[in-house]
C-alpha cells in the first residue's frame, strides 16, 4: 500500500487513511476552516506520527472505535506526542488506554468548526463505537462496517451487528464510510459467492481488483455502494445476516 495516499474528501473535512500494520487503516481528519486534525484507531505509533508531523505537527484530538490492539496500540504514545485527549466508549474504559472524554451514544465530539456523533455499533466487540460527522458526510465505523463485508462477531451476537448495520445504513447516501482494514478484495470475493447476480457487486469487484493490482486503496467507500452490493446491508433480517457471517468466517 502507497505510504501516504491522496486525501478523497476536498470539502469541510479533509480526510485520509494511513496504512499501519499488515491491513489496517488508522484515518486523519482535519476541519479545513479551523485546521483542527484528529486521527482515529492509531495502532501504529510510529507511522501516525511521521504522517502528522510531514503535515505540520497538529493532533486535536484521538478517537478510538473498540479496544484491540490493533486499533489502540499506540494511541497512548501519539496523544502524548502531541498533547491530544484521547476519546471512547465508556463502557470500555477499563480496556481502552486512558481517556480524557469517555464517550456514550448520542454524545458528540468536537474538532475545531465541525462536530461528530457517537453511535453505539456493538458486534465485533461489545463496546464498539462509530463515529459520524455530517458535515462530510464522513463515517468512520472501525471493524463494524467494512466495504463489502462486516466484523467477525468475537464478543457480539447476529442480532447486535444486525441493529448495528441497520443504525449505519440509516446515514446518508453519499457517506464515506472510513473503516479499520484493507480487506475488501476477500471480502469482494465472498460477497460474490452468495450473491452472484448482483450486477452492482460485479462492478465493484472488477474495480476492487483494479484498486489492489495498483496498490491504491480500496477505502473510503460511499454508503450508497455499500447498499447496493454489501450482502451484510442486504440481509434482509438476523437469520440471515449470521448464515452469512457463518459462511465467511469459514470461507477460503
Known amino acids: 500500500m502507497p505510504a501516504s495516499p491522496p486525501s478523497p474528501t476536498p470539502g469541510p473535512l479533509d480526510v485520509s487513511p494511513i496504512p499501519i500494520l499488515s491491513d489496517n487503516y488508522a484515518w486523519r481528519l482535519r476541519d479545513n476552516r479551523s485546521g483542527a486534525v484528529a486521527v482515529v484507531d492509531p495502532a501504529d505509533a510510529g507511522a501516525v506520527i511521521a504522517r502528522l508531523e510531514r503535515e505540520g505537527g497538529r493532533l486535536d484530538l ?43 451514544e448520542g454524545d458528540r465530539v468536537f474538532l475545531g468548526d465541525t462536530s461528530g456523533v457517537v453511535i453505539d455499533t456493538p458486534g465485533h466487540t461489545r463496546g464498539h463505537v462509530s463515529f459520524f460527522f455530517g458535515d462530510g458526510p464522513v463515517l468512520f465505523c472501525g ?30 447516501d453519499d457517506t464515506l464510510v ?62 440471515s445476516l449470521a448464515a452469512f457471517r457463518s459462511r465467511k468466517d469459514s470461507f477460503r
Open 62 to 104: 484521538v478517537l478510538l472505535t473498540h479496544h484491540h490492539d490493533d486499533h489502540v496500540a499506540g494511541a497512548l504514545e501519539v496523544a502524548r506526542r502531541f498533547g491530544a485527549p484521547i476519546a471512547g466508549a465508556a463502557a470500555d474504559r477499563h480496556r481502552l488506554p486512558p481517556l480524557d472524554l469517555a464517550l456514550q
Open 178 to 239: 472510513c473503516c479499520g482494514h484493507e480487506y475488501t478484495d476477500s471480502n469482494a470475493r465472498f460477497a460474490l459467492s452468495v450473491l452472484p447476480d448482483n450486477a452492482a457487486l460485479r462492478e465493484r469487484a472488477a474495480e476492487v481488483a483494479t484498486q489492489r493490482a495498483s496498490g491504491t486503496p480500496t477505502v473510503p467507500t460511499r454508503l450508497v455502494a455499500e447498499r447496493a452490493a454489501n450482502p451484510f446491508l442486504l440481509a434482509p433480517d438476523i437469520p
Open 143 to 172: 471493524d463494524t462496517l467494512f466495504s463489502l463485508g462486516c466484523g467477525r462477531l468475537l464478543e457480539g451476537t447476529p442480532e447486535e451487528m444486525f441493529g448495528s448495520l441497520r443504525k449505519l445504513s440509516a446515514l446518508p
